[in-house]
């Protein structure tokens, strides 16, 4: 006799090995304005995975891993920025020594390895061969790169996004989030205009 609950079983497996094999990918590029006004091609990605949750969002995809490729105009190194799940890269910036990237969680369950500050989803980082990324204190990062200059939200048309277009996208996103995303990226809960910061991040999926 034939267990009942084996079917429902195997359609799952199916749902399931179905899912894992339709992951997309999105790529565009980034034209970065540095806090001098110089710029630098930075060129992104991000892999849209099947993230499960809800039924009703359980098989869309969304984009949930970012990866980033640039060079650093200070020392000619290639720099290269691969993201945990729902980390997304807001800003780079560069000095003959070191790179510099802050990421962003907007998803209420990203991966962090490691907090800049604990429970803060702005996580500051910096690489002195552009391969191997170090988190960081915001106290140890630069005062001057305090503006988001990468697109806060991915591309689906693939175009290349200048700094006027990265600036549109990134004051829309403050809007739709409330503030939980921030231009003028915050370094302290403090800092943080968030206006629900001192509440429960949210029950689940993205914050946006």
């Known amino acids: 006799m034939q267990h009942p609950r ?6 799952t ?17 980034d034209i970065a304005q540095s806090d001098d006004g110089s710029t630098v091609m930075v060129e992104q990605s991000v892999r849209h995975t099947f993230t499960g949750g809800e039924l009703s969002q359980a098989f869309t995809r969304w984009p949930s891993y970012y990866k980033i490729r640039a060079t650093n105009p200070r020392s000619g190194k290639t720099v290269k920025w691969k993201g945990t799940f729902g ?4 800003l780079i910036g560069f000095t003959p020594q070191k790179t ?19 429970g803060f989803p702005y996580i500051f980082q910096e690489t002195d061969d552009g391969k191997v990324w170090k988190t960081v204190s915001p106290s140890a ?8 200059n990468l697109s806060s939200d991915w591309r689906g048309d693939g175009k290349m996004q ?3 277009d990265i600036a549109r996208t990134n004051r829309a996103m ?8 921030s ?13 629900h910061k001192n509440e429960p991040l949210c029950s689940g999926g993205s914050v946006h």
Do not use: G, Q
Request: net charge positive; proline share 6%.
């Open 6 to 11: 084996l079917p429902r079983l195997a359609a």
């Open 13 to 29: 497996l199916i749902l399931i090995v179905a899912a894992s094999s339709c992951s997309k990918t999105t790529t565009w590029s």
């Open 87 to 90: 980390l997304v890269p807001i």
């Open 100 to 118: 510099y990237l802050v990421a962003f969680a907007n998803r209420c369950n990203a991966k962090i390895d490691s907090f800049s500050i604990n």
């Open 141 to 148: 990062f630069p005062t001057r790169l305090r503006r988001a």
């Open 162 to 164: 200048r700094p006027a």
């Open 174 to 181: 403050e809007f739709s989030t409330n503030m939980h995303y």
């Open 183 to 195: 231009r003028d990226i915050p370094r302290s809960f403090k800092e943080w205009k968030y206006a």
